[in-house]
């Protein structure tokens, strides 16, 4: 089969399309057909080597995490899915070396579910990764409710977008940070817009005088600083991080995503009764996928990158 594959750590010239065996199935694993599969920074800090230090890793590497597409073959004792299934996964395993940028996947039970039938492929691929971050962030972590006034740091991109939809559908009121650019993007989906950067604070009291009651923290260093400086004296504590660990010395919680079948299928649901998936930026071929890198390096991407493996 296909695949994109690093044999050593670097930028996106370390990406190459090559001819590779297929994955095994374990018994308690199904094997994919992908149709598609999404970008996330953690993809390109992998391949650089910003992980090294939190995960075994086996080159050659096939990257990403996200996937989309159907069950081609099920393990011995898998009995929750069945050949033709459509699914989703966070094919997240506890080393990394077997990705999902491959025509085919071997994807542990644990880390899968339905696909969200109103979605397409491409919008599909946009949720496990994402929305699992933003939901374990808001609902297991932060416990946010109505009432709750949270700030979203990055609200315009794949991981802020989500978390921005899902906390306004749990009843909160929602301040979210990003460029000028992207103001009238966060209020279509329900936030509040202030720009990032330096001043924050001085942007957000005024929206929020008595404080924030939650934070999702995108970025760390300052940023982090400045957000906890917000946070209302009763909702100490209240803030996770996707970035720096140095949270737990708030009382916070830092998020890493966790493979979740139950918390997908609650995303699923969510997703059927009319919860929005982020905006797609760019859909690239697979063999694409190192302008997808370059352009998700930037920064500046809104929504998300897929990269459509197949069509079907």
Not at 105 to 120: D, E, F, G, W
Not at 202 to 223: F, I, K, S
Not at 233 to 246: K, M
Request: hydrophobic share 45%.
């Amino acid at each position: 089969m296909k695949a994109i594959v690093y044999r050593r750590y670097g930028g996106p010239e370390v990406l190459g399309m090559e001819d590779v065996p297929e994955p095994k199935l374990g018994p308690e694993s199904v094997l994919i057909d992908v149709r598609a599969v999404s970008v996330n920074p953690v993809d390109w800090q992998t391949a650089s080597g910003d992980l090294d230090g939190r995960f075994d890793v086996h080159f050659p590497v096939i990257p990403g995490w996200d996937v989309a597409g159907v069950v081609a073959e099920v393990g011995p004792t898998v009995t929750g899915f069945a050949v033709g299934d459509e699914v989703i996964g966070y094919v997240r395993e506890d080393s990394i070396g077997r990705g999902t940028y491959a025509e085919r996947v071997a994807a542990p039970v644990r880390t899968i579910a339905r696909k969200p039938v109103n979605l397409s492929w491409e919008q599909a691929a946009t949720v496990p990764i994402a929305g699992l971050t933003a939901y374990q962030s808001l609902v297991h972590a932060l416990r946010v409710e109505a009432g709750d006034t949270v700030l979203v740091q990055a609200a315009a991109g794949g991981v802020g977008s989500f978390a921005v939809r899902i906390a306004v559908a749990l009843g909160a009121r929602v301040i979210g940070t990003a460029s000028a650019r992207n103001h009238d993007y966060l209020r279509s989906l329900g936030a509040e817009p202030v720009t990032y950067g330096p001043g924050l604070a001085e942007r957000v009291r005024p929206l929020a005088p008595a404080g924030v009651t939650a934070v999702m923290d995108m970025y760390g260093g300052e940023e982090l600083v400045s957000s906890l400086g917000l946070l209302r004296e009763d909702a100490r504590g209240r803030v996770v991080s996707l970035t720096n660990d140095g949270v737990l010395e708030h009382g916070g919680t830092f998020v890493f995503a966790r493979p979740s079948t139950e918390d997908l299928d609650e995303l699923r649901r969510m997703i059927e009764s009319g919860l929005a998936v982020p905006e797609i930026t760019t859909v690239l071929d697979l063999s694409e996928a190192a302008e997808a890198f370059r352009l998700s390096r930037t920064g500046h991407v809104r929504g998300k990158i897929v990269l459509r493996v197949s069509a079907g």
